[in-house]
């Protein structure tokens, strides 16, 4: 019976907070995934983000329902890994993400993007971040360009930190082939 009445409670508090705050209010928001946090993940953002085409290769958009879905699984994979041989985790798709500076900081993914993607985080094996690859926007069965980083946290878990691609323009021979950059969203 408790259980009703707060549920009952419940239902008219939420129905009536829809009438107290202006809708012109919630629209003038930013509802977008903030780059170092998940507390804005689950809200719709208009500005989703692109990975440019280049060398054949499609343009890839990636919306806040991919991001949400790749931090869940990744934060999923993480939680199996302390019980994973090491061959299983090299066979795992969240792998470590080294961090390193940019061997050739010109690209044609747009954005301010420093000597490397993290600025602020250690590189090399003393990186705390991890990757996890985002899908392949156009061919379903095979892994896209991009990925979400995920940094760890001093009790053990991780959390989102953003969003790196390649450049898809560079060829196998150009010298920063291996090079991520940080994605941001189209609107910033």
Do not use: C, W
Request: charged share 20%; proline share 6%.
């Amino acid at each position: 019976m408790l259980f009703k009445v707060v549920a009952v409670a419940s239902f008219f508090a939420t129905f009536a907070a829809g009438y107290v705050i202006p809708a012109e209010a919630l629209s003038s928001r930013s509802l977008g995934v903030a780059d170092g946090g998940a507390d804005d993940l689950f809200m719709r953002d208009e500005n989703d983000r692109v990975v440019p085409a280049g060398r054949n290769q499609p343009e890839h958009v990636y919306t806040n329902d991919h991001i949400t879905a790749a931090v869940a699984a990744a934060t999923a994979e993480h939680a199996k890994h302390a019980d994973m041989t090491e061959d299983q985790k090299k066979a795992s798709p969240l792998k470590h993400f080294g961090n390193y500076d940019h061997t050739d900081p010109t690209t044609t993914i747009p954005g301010d993007h420093g000597t490397r993607p993290f600025p602020n985080q250690k590189q090399g094996g003393q990186s705390k971040l991890l990757e996890y690859p985002l899908p392949h926007t156009t061919n379903s069965k095979a892994v896209g360009p991009a990925r979400i980083v995920m940094a760890q946290k001093s009790d053990g878990t991780i959390k989102y930190a953003g969003m790196v691609s390649h450049d898809q323009s560079r060829g196998a021979n150009h010298p920063g082939v291996s090079d991520h950059f940080k994605i941001s969203r189209k609107g910033s």
